[in-house]
């Protein structure tokens, strides 16, 4: 028999079957394409999962601006007539005998529009006790207000803010306040201490990250303060100390916070803008310790000089870009730590009386309640301005302007934006 003369490739294809020659030529080039659809495929899946990372963090945010959508304050029942509580502290302290501490008390100690100095029991009968327990259940008060107002069901809030500067506890009063009020375990809790007059800015600033930052998030933020912590008798060597047996009084207030009100949710404010900065040359200026007898507060006397001479420089960097330089055309909530504060801002940014008529207000009814000031202040403008039938919450202005001054000496700053009335 003739063998074939043909070539073996030519051959092997007219062979019923392929050779392994076009099996491993055509094996060669499939896995090849399926190395190079491997790749592919996996670079996809990673741009279509970073997509969905951006995407889903995204979600997550809130679309619009903080806003304070309820205010809540509360005092205690307890109240020592204003007139005669220099005469009241000296007695209970055992230390009438200092007749000329008393006198420069008296001096120190301001005038109010209200009759009553509201304090939280009785300072001598258990100070630790009424510090501790009486924290979150004056700030339930506050609470229950604010959330009545907000006028939804506590269900829906996410996260707590718990700030007070009496006392130090564990588990802390956020988590009290948490079993007072009855609120779902799960509630993000953010328990701030020791953080001083100041802290009513920061609570802002923190709610206000919060609910921006979490879609549908809903902060109740309460400051309660109670000064039994640091009330004790007057010294010789620490007249600074008794500046705060003067002014320091008993409240809390509550706010909710949230972005996106739903049509039922009323906001009060918007919260625009916050800085926290440490003024220069201030160390030592505003401190306190907590000792045996209690927390022990020292006051520089040149505390008002140091606020004054740089709270032109905190306004313009809040107020710049949005191209606002006069500071009489913008509401003023201003933490009262006490007249002189008060009188040289005023003096040093050239500010109508009118100005600061809020925050004098709080301060003669209630006193220096450290955190809770500047949220009871911020309650009384939006009701005056109801009341007087202005055109916005914030005495009929569109800017504010809310300032934190505490320990450090750290100042807090808020840049609000009222709402239509």
Known sequence: MQASTYPPCQATLQHPFPSYTFFFHNYYSLTK?????????????????????????????????????????ATPPNCVDHSTYPDYYFRITNSEHMTELKEKFKRMYPERESECVCIYGTFIRCKARHGSCGVPKLGKEAATKAIKEWGQPKSKITHLIFCTTSGVDMPGADYQLTKLLGLHPFVKRYMMYQQGCFAGGTVLRLAKDLAENNKGARVLVVCSEITAVTFHGPSDTHLDSLVGQALFRDGAAAVIVGSDPLPLEKPLFQLVWTAQTILPDSEGAIDGHLR??????????????????????????????????????????????????????????????????????????????????????????????????LSTTGEGLDWGVLFGFGPGLTVETVVLRSVTL
């Open 292 to 389: 045996q007898v209690g927390l022990i507060f020292h006051l520089l006397k040149d505390v008002p000089g140091l606020i004054s001479k740089n709270i032109e420089k905190a306004l313009v960097e809040a107020f710049q870009p949005f191209g606002i330089s006069d500071y009489n055309s913008i509401f003023w909530i201003a933490h009262p730590g006490g007249p002189a504060i008060l009188d040289q801002v005023e003096a040093k940014l050239g500010l109508k009386p009118e100005k600061m008529e809020a925050t004098r207000h709080v301060l003669s009814e209630y006193g220096n309640m450290s955190s809770a000031c500047v949220l009871f202040i911020l309650d009384h403008m939006r009701k005056k301005s109801i009341k007087n039938g």
């Open 33 to 73: 394409f399926h190395s190079l659809l491997q790749t592919k495929l996996s670079w996809l899946r990673k741009l279509i999962k970073m997509v969905s990372v951006e995407e889903i963090r995204k979600a997550q945010r809130g679309e619009g601006p903080a806003t304070v959508m309820a205010i809540g304050t």
